[in-house]
């Protein structure tokens, strides 16, 4: 099967071979996303597949058409955490044994589900900083073994599986909606929706979400090919891969997608208004596709989107960072480098001249004492308001205290989020 052949029966005879393995997932209106953005807004739940994850349709499918010899020699793959689940899931349930690369950004939550999920089946391997340093393991060991290497979206097999994600949208809602946001990362969920739309409901508008951090669908496009991302931010650890696979890429070439990208503070402040306004726990790639809401999408008012969240594998110990890159996105969160004369009660009028009533200290730490007469220190400020910023400023211009804002794009900043 070639790229250009994935369609709309290859991802049907996917949703019939996973079919009693893999149940159907929701389809919720989110009155939080319609009322802010002005529209009818629809979230796909896939963190709500038993392995929170999109990721185990296209395993499983690719898995389950392998030949008696294939499953015999039995399967590799690297994956940043949800399709190494997704394979642990379908070689568990189909009795195949598995090598799973992990690269050490990988949440340990989600390593821990796929030695669970795989059970006596799935070996784990933690190796490399990124993605890809996984699949280049991933490829070598495939190549020495003979073991077949279960891509995590670069197959047509692989895509048609995603691609019943959008086929089960359109029966849950009774027909299309007007537009569908698609997380990109490989960009296999991307293809297969591409790939099931073009032949079924063409006048959809599919428009694909990427971290700005790790926007290499867009690359490819521009550049006519996959290329590789100079500087990935590996934050969005299931999105952010380097460099697209061929087959998506050559899906998407001949049915481009409207791509936008999304700053990782935004996804920061979706998944924390998905927990705290929806109860829903999702994964910086999951609230991918609704945080794209707040880009200019040009959508007509009330026109219906569905937005497909990927998943819900989110490491408790993220949300320190979430949190603070959610604030520091918002202008509510603050540094400063604060020159304060050594004597008894430079803090306490510090406090006094220039935080607000709603303001707040969220850091202070003394970087060295060099002198008797003034000592910097690093001051964290925690804002009530983001329109609190200006006329504190005026304050601090007020004082006689030195002052230096450290600005997100500051090195240093990079040390305290």
Same mark, same amino acid.
């Given at each position: 099967?070639?790229?250009?052949?994935?369609?709309?029966?290859?991802?049907?005879?996917?949703?019939?071979?996973?079919?009693?393995?893999?149940?159907?997932?929701?389809?919720?209106?989110?009155?939080?996303?319609?009322?802010?953005?002005?529209?009818?807004?629809?979230?796909?739940?896939?963190?709500?597949?038993?392995?929170?994850?999109?990721?185990?349709?296209?395993?499983?499918?690719?898995?389950?058409?392998?030949?008696?010899?294939?499953?015999?020699?039995?399967?590799?793959?690297?994956?940043?955490?949800?399709?190494?689940q997704g394979v642990a899931?379908?070689?568990?349930?189909?009795?195949?044994?598995?090598?799973?690369?992990?690269?050490?950004?990988?949440?340990?939550?989600?390593?821990?589900?796929?030695?669970?999920?795989?059970?006596?089946?799935?070996?784990?391997?933690?190796?490399?900083?990124?993605?890809?340093?996984?699949?280049?393991?991933?490829?070598?060991?495939?190549?020495?073994?003979?073991?077949?290497?279960?891509?995590?979206?670069?197959?047509?097999?692989?895509?048609?599986?995603?691609?019943?994600?959008?086929?089960?949208?359109?029966?849950?809602?009774?027909?299309?909606?007007?537009?569908?946001?698609?997380?990109?990362?490989?960009?296999?969920?991307?293809?297969?929706?591409?790939?099931?739309?073009?032949?079924?409901?063409?006048?959809?508008?599919?428009?694909?979400?990427?971290?700005?951090?790790?926007?290499?669908?867009?690359?490819?496009?521009?550049?006519?090919?996959?290329?590789?991302?100079?500087?990935?931010?590996?934050?969005?650890?299931?999105?952010?891969?380097?460099?697209?696979?061929?087959?998506?890429?050559?899906?998407?070439?001949?049915?481009? *997608?409207? &791509? +936008?990208?999304?700053?990782? %503070?935004?996804?920061?402040?979706?998944?924390?208004? /998905?927990?705290?306004? $929806?109860? @829903?726990?999702?994964?910086?790639?999951?609230?991918?596709?609704?945080?794209?809401?707040?880009?200019?999408?040009?959508?007509?008012?009330?026109?219906?989107?569905?937005?497909?969240?990927?998943?819900?594998?989110?490491?408790?110990?993220?949300?320190?960072?979430?949190?603070e890159r959610a604030l520091?996105?918002?202008?509510?969160?603050?540094?400063?480098?604060?020159?304060?004369?050594?004597?008894?009660?430079?803090?306490?009028?510090?406090?006094?001249?220039?935080?607000?009533?709603?303001?707040?200290?969220?850091?202070?730490?003394?970087?060295?004492?060099?002198?008797?007469?003034?000592? *910097?220190? &690093? +001051?964290?400020?925690?804002? %009530?308001?983001?329109?609190?910023?200006?006329?504190? /400023?005026?304050?601090? $211009?007020? @004082?006689?205290?030195?002052?230096?804002?450290?600005?997100?794009?500051?090195?240093?900043?990079?040390?305290?989020?």
């Amino acid at each position: 099967m070639s790229s250009s052949s994935v369609g709309a029966a290859d991802v049907d005879a996917a949703a019939e071979r996973f079919a009693a393995a893999i149940p159907t997932t929701p389809l919720h209106r989110n009155e939080r996303l319609s009322a802010r953005h002005g529209l009818d807004v629809w979230i796909k739940r896939e963190d709500l597949t038993p392995v929170r994850s999109y990721k185990v349709r296209g395993a499983y499918n690719f898995i389950a058409q392998l030949s008696p010899e294939q499953r015999e020699r039995g399967v590799v793959c690297a994956s940043a955490g949800n399709h190494a689940q997704g394979v642990a899931f379908a070689c568990e349930a189909l009795g195949v044994t598995a090598r799973v690369y992990l690269p050490r950004t990988t949440p340990r939550q989600k390593r821990q589900r796929v030695a669970r999920f795989g059970g006596r089946h799935v070996e784990v391997i933690v190796h490399g900083d990124t993605y890809d340093d996984a699949d280049a393991t991933a490829r070598a060991h495939a190549a020495e073994t003979g073991m077949t290497l279960i891509p995590a979206f670069d197959d047509p097999r692989t895509i048609a599986g995603q691609g019943t994600v959008i086929r089960e949208v359109v029966e849950q809602l009774g027909g299309a909606p007007d537009a569908v946001i698609v997380p990109v990362g490989g960009g296999g969920l991307l293809a297969g929706t591409l790939s099931w739309l073009r032949e079924t409901h063409p006048e959809v508008r599919v428009i694909g979400a990427e971290p700005q951090g790790a926007a290499s669908m867009a690359l490819a496009l521009d550049r006519g090919e996959p290329s590789p991302v100079d500087d990935l931010d590996p934050f969005v650890d299931g999105a952010a891969v380097r460099v697209v696979g061929r087959n998506p890429h050559a899906i998407a070439a001949v049915n481009p *997608p409207d &791509l +936008v990208s999304v700053p990782e %503070g935004q996804i920061c402040v979706e998944i924390l208004d /998905l927990y705290q306004n $929806d109860g @829903i726990i999702s994964e910086p790639a999951g609230a991918l596709s609704p945080a794209a809401l707040a880009q200019e999408l040009g959508l007509a008012p009330d026109s219906t989107v569905v937005c497909l969240l990927s998943g819900g594998n989110n490491d408790v110990s993220r949300y320190a960072e979430i949190v603070e890159r959610a604030l520091v996105f918002e202008g509510r969160k603050h540094y400063f480098l604060v020159e304060f004369p050594q004597e008894p009660g430079a803090l306490r009028r510090f406090l006094d001249d220039v935080l607000g009533p709603d303001d707040d200290i969220a850091l202070f730490e003394y970087v060295k004492r060099n002198n008797r007469e003034t000592g *910097p220190a &690093l +001051v964290g400020i925690e804002l %009530g308001a983001p329109d609190n910023l200006d006329p504190m /400023l005026k304050r601090m $211009d007020a @004082i006689p205290h030195r002052i230096q804002p450290v600005p997100p794009d500051s090195p240093l900043f990079h040390f305290l989020v």
